[in-house]
């Protein structure tokens, strides 16, 4: 590695896992009306109500899951629904993450032509010299525009060590429409997967993954085997375990058998623990930390990740 | 009609694509490095740097073009790369847009599974009874995810009188490498192009187009035309002339007899105008007019889209 090349983002994504034992993300899909209600009706005085009462929400959670798990997901959506203030909260919740030692994920499925794409890895990658405008160590995208929608954002991940994870094979119920359609014998996920194996090889770290990870749904088990065998070097960012239905089994063949390979991301399910009737009285942040254990305790026992624990801290 | 409904998105397109007399969408992809000196170097107190010279070179440009073409399109990317402070610029820019009569499109190529999908669509196209957070008409959609990404917006669109346009074909080089993909005897675009024709007929608008648009490039001139055979009743938003290489002549299929039915997309081509060395001393906004006119007279020239010229203003 040259003298001041920045550390591949996979081996970044492995040290964490590693350090906390568990391959937990927790998806911030900041929804106000769902807040605790003191924090839904609170605010700061330099942001408008709902952007305020999202970023204290955020706030609060990171500070209890930043011990706890690798890294954190933030679903762009939910703040730029907000406006600009939600921007704004944006930067501030991603910058509190960062600063408080959490891998940080937009969520985006940021997408376009090349020199478009290009502003967009600008602005959640950065470049070889310059931090990114937003506090973020990767971005997922969408591959609808093909390859060079795709290599902007792989040339400026290696220049910053940071990293993306492209849409594969996603968690929700129309996910066949299109990604199921057999082109030459094989689904379109399959093949995007192939291209994905391709354009992730030049930007493999030490841990033995790449740099460009892919998102494939929990809720399609049998696909997720398929996949793991066509990308045997990618990171998985999962989604839809809990609220959508996907079970800890159903990801297993994400992992190697270290315990790496694998991110599970939830969301609603932990983030609004408070909601349980069985923790009705409790802090919102300790039923907060309470799902979050569960969940890693679940993928323990039905995934190799639990390899992680046996090793020394 | 039910009284109180909003005027169908389809219908105040065609509204202001006779006003005007032409189909053109001025691109605003601002890149402060390709600004006028003046504008790049100057600044506005409220805001930093290059994202003042953008809101600058914006609000100018839209004095410009306003009373010479339709619509204005917004490329999010080019916003986003200049951090918080670029999304205040896009709302600011935006609504000045707006304010000057232009209809407004966010070319953000946002897509996500159906929860989230609602909470862009909440912040692009609104709800019933609010307005959106950010000042616009239409956006752009990514359709990788099938029906259930996609049909938030469509209520969304039909609540408030907004607009989407669903990627179908777009210009880069490398959109065949999963658009052109055969399944079942056709290429992907047209799958989608088949799907989108039907989501869209629930949503017509008096002028026999839908609320629900495509993107389809001006590069692919053969495909433009299989397209708006599959899509006879679908607004096409052609990126792709002009920098890109499509020709006038290319995107007549688009058209209707009335001029109908296509609108057609410049950005570097037409805002920066005044780097052509034969508009060198002229002032900037003179030269944007001047090649906006020679894009009209482009247009009318190869393509239906003379037959506007012929109606009563």
Chains 1, 2 share one sequence.
């Not at 992992?255 to 790496?260: A, H, I, N, R, T």
Request: overall charge negative; hydrophobic content about 40%.
């Amino acid at each position: 590695m040259p003298e001041g090349s920045p550390v591949n983002f996979a081996d970044r994504l492995a040290e964490a896992v590693r350090r906390v034992g568990n391959p937990v993300v927790v998806g911030l899909d900041p929804v106000p009306s769902q807040f605790p209600p003191f924090i839904r009706d609170g605010h700061r005085p330099e942001l408008p109500g709902r952007a305020a009462a999202t970023v204290n929400f955020g706030m609060d959670l990171i500070d209890v899951v930043a011990p706890l798990v690798p890294a954190l997901k933030l679903q762009a959506a939910y703040y730029e629904a907000l406006g600009p203030e939600g921007m704004r909260a944006l930067y501030v919740t991603a910058k509190h993450a960062r600063d408080r030692g959490l891998i940080v994920i937009i969520d985006g499925k940021r997408n376009d032509i090349g020199p478009t794409a290009s502003a967009y890895a600008r602005a959640y990658l950065g470049e070889a010299q310059n931090e990114p405008p937003w506090p973020t160590d990767a971005l997922t995208i969408n591959p609808y525009l093909g390859g060079d929608g795709i290599n902007p954002f792989l040339s400026a991940a290696q220049e910053t060590g940071r990293g993306l994870f492209v849409l594969v094979r996603t968690s929700n119920p129309s996910a066949g429409d299109f990604q199921d359609l057999v082109c030459d014998g094989r689904p379109l996920y399959e093949h995007v997967a192939q291209r994905l194996a391709g354009w992730s090889e030049p930007f493999m770290g030490s841990c033995g993954y790449s740099a460009a990870g892919a998102v494939v749904g929990a809720t399609y088990p049998e696909q997720l085997k398929v996949l793991r065998e066509l990308m045997p070097r990618v990171w998985f960012l999962v989604p839809g375990y809990g609220a959508q239905g996907g079970k800890a089994a159903d990801i297993a063949p994400a992992f190697d058998e270290q315990g790496l390979g694998g991110l599970v991301n939830n969301s609603r399910g932990l983030i609004y623990a408070h909601q349980r009737p069985e923790f009705a009285g409790l802090d919102w942040r300790e039923a907060v930390a309470r799902v979050v254990r569960e969940m890693v305790d679940d993928l323990a026992a039905h995934t190799s990740s639990a390899a992680l624990r046996t090793r020394p801290v």
